[in-house]
């Protein structure tokens, strides 16, 4: 899936508005952001249900058993199976009690029209989408920016919660606390409306040895 931008506009809107990210993009090097692709809204976020606050080998393990559970060729089929399936069965594939009533709620949510189809969330604005998809239980601001950046390819959006994003900030601006979320949205402001390339190389910066020049 390609980007729904010129990713050259927005390196260059970047560079001409803020020096210090300009030699974060140099750090950092070009931009390889592309949006994942996604079968269905309901795919993307039980993924995310499945991988909160477990290593990636782990959850990858349990998204699988989950998976399995699963119709292999039918993933319009996937929410109601989800609701079909007793508690036991999901926890013995891995997950936990929370993460079950998670899993189920979004399952009733997607079918009774709560989460978007694919086709409907692309027409939909990010405040939208993030208003919407935030009534799901476990499913937080983050989580639905982190689908709009790496899912729907979404130019601008800014994670200011994102410990990542905060501490490439402290980084580029050579600052000695991390910013609060009002200094991070301010200085966010100029990036407009390439926030997501920004919010990129924050995150890229931090994996660059040495000073930035």
């Given at each position: 899936?390609?980007?729904a ?5 927005a390196l ?5 508005t ?6 974060a ?12 692709p ?6 993307a976020l ?9 290593s ?6 349990i ?7 699963l ?8 929410p109601?199976?989800?609701?079909d ?5 999901l926890?013995?594939?891995g ?11 979004l ?6 029209g709560t989460?978007?189809?694919?086709r409907?969330?692309r ?6 989408i993030i ?7 476990g499913i ?15 130019p ?11 501490k490439?900030?402290?980084?580029v601006y050579?600052t000695e ?17 390439f926030?997501?390339?920004a919010?990129?190389?924050l ?11």
């Amino acid at each position: 899936m390609t980007l729904a931008y010129d990713p050259n506009d927005a390196l260059a809107h970047l560079r001409r508005t803020d020096v210090h990210l300009a030699a974060a993009i140099d750090a950092a090097g070009p931009l390889t952001l592309r949006p994942q692709p996604m079968q269905s809204p309901f795919e993307a976020l039980l993924r995310s249900i499945v991988y909160q606050q477990l290593s990636g080998k782990a959850a990858a393990t349990i998204y699988g058993r989950v998976e399995a559970l699963l119709p292999k060729r039918r993933t319009s089929a996937w929410p109601q199976t989800i609701i079909d399936l007793d508690e036991a069965t999901l926890r013995a594939a891995g997950l936990s009690r929370n993460k079950t009533a998670a899993a189920k709620d979004l399952a009733a949510k997607t079918l009774d029209g709560t989460v978007p189809t694919l086709r409907k969330l692309r027409t939909m604005s990010d405040e939208e989408i993030i208003e919407r998809l935030v009534t799901v239980r476990g499913i937080g601001v983050w989580t639905v920016q982190m689908l709009l950046i790496f899912r729907l390819g979404r130019p601008d959006v800014l994670p200011l919660a994102d410990l990542g994003v905060r501490k490439g900030f402290q980084r580029v601006y050579g600052t000695e606390q991390l910013p609060t979320a009002n200094e991070l949205a301010d200085r966010g402001e100029a990036w407009r409306p390439f926030r997501s390339v920004a919010s990129w190389y924050l995150w890229r910066v931090m994996d660059q040895p040495g000073p930035l020049k």
